[in-house]
């Protein structure tokens, strides 16, 4: 248990369909992240939030959109998907965005797959 | 941007040996920092050691070690006495700085390691 809670742990949807993955941090964080995990690709930073604020959007399709209520929880939600989208995709959060001894707390992914 | 290069897609050890995963990098910054995570079949990406370029000690942790050579760029993983919990995906990672002036981590396609007994 690292702290950071994400769920559903699997997710089967078709492109019409609308869903939320949700994640919820307990460590007192104040920056929380969104990662796409492609096979054979590097982790893709997809959205940063610090305090509730959405300080980094990395070029993501509009059909991705984050939302942060409070430091303790991050959605995305997802509408209108693409095959391509399929990927396990990953929450983090750290003590501070700006520290330099970034140190950040994964959790164990949504599997989502889009039929 | 910086890079994070991991070119072995696939390592394999026995138990209780010696495997070193290698990891390069691209930046042109003086200080950084660096780490390897370490990703089991449950999914969860787990810090395993963490390197600040300004130190030239090579960073240890328990049976876990870095070589980082700061002129070329290179920083490895020596994982000594290999278990068969070690077997997972790693994960070699820069800290970058991103366009809004926040840190990120810039992460290589990683490598498995398969453990046999």
């Known amino acids: 248990e690292t702290g950071v809670t994400q769920t559903p742990r699997h997710l089967v949807m078709g492109m019409t369909n609308k869903k939320s993955l949700k994640c919820e941090q307990h460590?007192?964080?104040?920056?929380m992240y969104w990662y796409k995990q492609s096979a054979k690709k590097p982790l893709e930073l997809m959205f940063v939030?610090?305090?509730?604020?959405?300080?980094e959007n990395n070029s993501v399709p509009s059909r991705f959109s984050p939302e942060c209520p409070n430091s303790s929880h991050l959605f995305l939600h997802l509408h209108t998907l693409q095959p391509e989208d399929s990927a396990l995709y990953l929450c983090?959060?750290?003590?501070?965005?700006?520290?330099?001894?970034?140190?950040?707390?994964f959790g164990s992914g949504t599997q989502l797959s889009v039929l | 941007a910086q890079t994070v290069t991991q070119s072995q897609p696939e390592m394999s050890v026995q138990e209780a040996e010696t495997v070193t995963l290698s990891c390069t990098y691209d930046t042109s910054e003086s200080d950084y920092y660096l780490f390897w995570y370490k990703q089991p079949p449950s999914r969860q990406m787990i810090l395993v050691i963490r390197?600040?370029?300004?130190?030239?000690q090579n960073a240890t942790e328990n049976r876990f070690s870095v070589n980082f050579q700061k002129a070329a760029k290179s920083f490895s993983l020596k994982i000594s006495d290999s278990q068969l919990g070690d077997a997972a995906m790693y994960f070699c990672?820069?800290?970058?700085?991103?366009?809004?002036?926040?840190?990120?981590?810039?992460f290589g396609k990683g490598t498995s390691l398969l453990v046999t007994p």
């Open positions: 990672a820069y800290r970058t700085v991103t366009s809004n002036s926040g840190y990120a981590l810039n």
């Open positions: 983090a959060s750290s003590q501070d965005r700006r520290s330099r001894d970034e140190k950040l707390f």
């Open positions: 390197q600040e370029a300004y130190k030239q």
């Open positions: 460590l007192g964080h104040n920056a």
């Open positions: 939030y610090s305090l509730e604020e959405r300080v």
